[in-house]
């Protein structure tokens, strides 16, 4: 156990920190070369009061026409982003191994607050696939890596949830769920997670693009 | 079913033990230190003697430490002084606590590739 846990908790933890944050890094300058290669206008009608405007009415919910025809699924969206995001970043056994290790800390959220939200960002995950499977023109457009995607992200949650309780095979899961957070991290530069780096760019550049070039809305 | 039996198991035996223990003597068997006004984990599991044993630290002090000028004092030792009396002020942060039983205790496992190091090996829920 020893032996896997260092590997998983060292080598496996530097590679994941050099593949997601070099990986990120690259894919937006890459990302904001092209723009420039293919479109030159692009940065020279750049507007950021037109981007930022586009980014709000993305960013808030019921706050464009798509969220609006959408309630239940802008409801589930939403939760399941800011659990996502606040359940792992402020969970107390994440802010105790960054003390321990870079001596650095932050503030953390109740263990049940945290329990409450990873049962969430798990229901999403469910929901999500079911939608994919019942919708016929969404089961349609999916292809296998949306599911391999999907399980990629509920991963860390299911074994953090079953590791955190302590039920079963508890030194296997934990260790599952240090991979897993690993895989998952790895994974966003390079898949249909590289949403998360390109939310703010593409919506930037759609709201700049119809706002002051064709003086329209994008929501 | 085969997890269940042996939790059984285990915890008569933890009964037998606790009972006999608890006329002869105060034995430690896991550590809940007060100074957290509230506890978030369960106890850490350490059976203080045993533990010593078969880990074999015949030191105390490689523990229950003394530091003198920022040099740890040879052949001094501080048992009987709980680790909060010189690792916790009123202010400090519960987290510094924290940090210097896990520092000590995991640290140690780390180190010798032995000894739990994930948090429910120390923190075991019953």
Do not use: Y
């Given at each position: 156990m020893h032996l896997i846990y260092n590997f998983v908790a060292g080598p496996l933890l530097w590679l994941t920190v050099i593949v997601f944050f070099g990986g990120s890094i690259y894919r937006i300058l890459s990302i904001l070369k092209m723009a420039h290669q293919k479109d030159i206008a692009v940065y020279a009608y750049f507007n950021p009061f037109y981007a930022l405007r586009s980014v709000f009415h993305w960013i808030i919910?019921?706050?464009n026409e798509s969220m609006k025809k959408h309630p239940l699924l802008t409801i589930v969206s939403f939760a399941f982003h800011i659990c996502l995001f606040l359940a792992p970043l402020f969970l107390f056994a994440h802010i105790i191994l960054i003390k321990q290790s870079c001596n650095i800390s932050w503030g953390y959220i109740p263990d049940i607050v945290a329990d409450i939200m990873t049962v969430m960002v798990i229901l999403s995950c469910i929901f999500f696939l079911i939608r994919r499977i019942r919708i016929p023109e969404i089961h349609y457009l999916s292809t296998r890596s949306d599911y391999i995607v999907l399980a990629i992200v509920a991963a860390p949650f299911i074994t953090g949830f079953l590791a955190y309780h302590q039920w079963v095979a508890y030194d296997i899961i934990s260790i599952l769920h240090i991979l897993s957070g690993e895989i998952m991290l790895m994974c966003i530069p390079f898949t249909k997670l590289n949403h998360a780096l390109f939310f703010f760019l593409t919506r930037g550049y759609m709201g700049s693009e119809f706002g002051k070039v064709r003086h329209s809305r994008d929501w | 079913m085969k997890i269940k039996n042996w939790i059984g198991i285990g915890i008569i035996i933890s009964l037998i033990f606790a009972t006999v223990y608890g006329f002869s003597q105060e034995e430690i068997t896991q550590l809940h230190d007060?100074?957290?006004?509230?506890?978030?984990?369960p106890p850490a599991q350490f059976a203080h003697d045993q533990h010593n044993d078969t880990a074999q630290?015949?030191?105390?002090?490689?523990?229950h430490h003394v530091y003198e000028h920022g040099k740890k004092g040879e052949g001094e030792s501080s048992e009987?002084?709980?680790?909060?009396?010189?690792?916790?002020?009123?202010?400090?942060?519960?987290l510094e606590l924290i940090n210097i039983y896990h520092k000590q205790c995991r640290g140690c496992h780390l180190e010798k590739k032995a000894g739990p190091v994930l948090c429910g090996g120390c923190h075991q829920r019953k």
């Open positions: 919910p019921f706050a | 007060s100074t957290f006004k509230t506890h978030i984990r630290i015949a030191d105390c002090s490689t523990c009987g002084q709980p680790c909060s009396q010189c690792h916790f002020n009123q202010d400090d942060n519960a």
